[in-house]
């Protein structure tokens, strides 16, 4: 069946401007995750949702970052007002549980803040 | 101290070899062990996944969880030069109080398998 997937899987954007970036996780899975990999930290949550509601945003690294999901499967990230320090490649992984060990992966939205 | 530490690598050996993986990890609350591979540009693949302490087997993979230990590994036999990739250890639970288990990444070693 399809996998995660994840659009766009290049974004060039300038310092200051808004993303959008976005998640198509597997059909049917309840639980979605975002993480971020970047050289120096590696990969790194950022927010899990259980169906539409986003119950642990503890990765989130400042107020710019927010997201969101509806119908209980595609999910927006949002980083608004961007730095170059956001660049990195930001990844989403869903799973049929909450469970840990079955999250899959998408391919990543590589993002570069110039 | 990182909550899972892993060699970054890179590590090199010959097609046919025995590769072995290693992390190791400070938060004893950790239940879910799991190894991912992520071929250049591509997201992670899950390989993997043990819950709690024990040996498991796949194919040419084996990944052990000595909990006592805090030490994770995981054996590639017969290594083939498609095994060439980054391989990132990761663990998870048990859940947060918001129902999440999110997991916690080691940095990954770059493994090349030379023909």
């Known amino acids: 069946g399809a996998g995660v997937s994840q659009s766009p899987s290049n974004k060039v954007t300038e310092k200051g401007k808004d993303v959008e970036l976005r998640c198509d996780p597997i059909?049917?899975?309840?639980?979605l995750y975002w993480y971020r990999q970047s050289l120096g930290q590696g990969l790194e949550f950022l927010i899990y949702?259980?169906?539409?509601?986003?119950?642990?945003k503890s990765g989130l690294p400042s107020d710019r970052f927010s997201a969101e999901r509806t119908g209980g499967s595609v999910s927006t990230l949002t980083i608004q007002r961007t730095q170059q320090e956001d660049s990195a490649v930001y990844l989403c992984?869903?799973?049929?549980?909450?469970?840990?060990?079955?999250?899959?992966f998408g391919p990543g939205t590589r993002l570069l803040v110039l | 101290q990182k909550e899972v530490e892993q060699d970054p690598g890179p590590l090199s050996v010959p097609e046919g070899a025995i590769v072995s993986l290693n992390c190791t990890y400070s938060?004893?609350?950790?239940?879910?062990f799991m190894w991912y591979r992520q071929y250049s540009r591509k997201g992670p693949e899950l390989l993997m996944y043990?819950?709690?302490?024990g040996n498991k087997e796949d194919g040419r993979f084996t990944a052990q969880v000595d909990k006592s230990s805090k030490y994770i590994s995981l054996f590639i036999r017969d290594s083939q030069p498609s095994d060439s990739a980054t391989y990132l250890c990761?663990?998870?639970?048990?859940?947060?109080?918001?129902?999440?288990?999110?997991?916690?990444f080691g940095k990954g070693t770059k493994l090349s398998v030379i023909p």
């Open positions: 992984a869903s799973s049929l549980a909450p469970r840990g060990e079955t999250q899959y």
């Open positions: 059909s049917g899975h309840t639980a």
């Open positions: 949702f259980q169906g539409n509601s986003a119950p642990d």
């Open positions: 938060n004893s609350a950790f239940q879910y």
């Open positions: 043990t819950y709690s302490s």
């Open positions: 990761a663990m998870s639970g048990p859940s947060s109080g918001a129902g999440s288990y999110q997991l916690t």
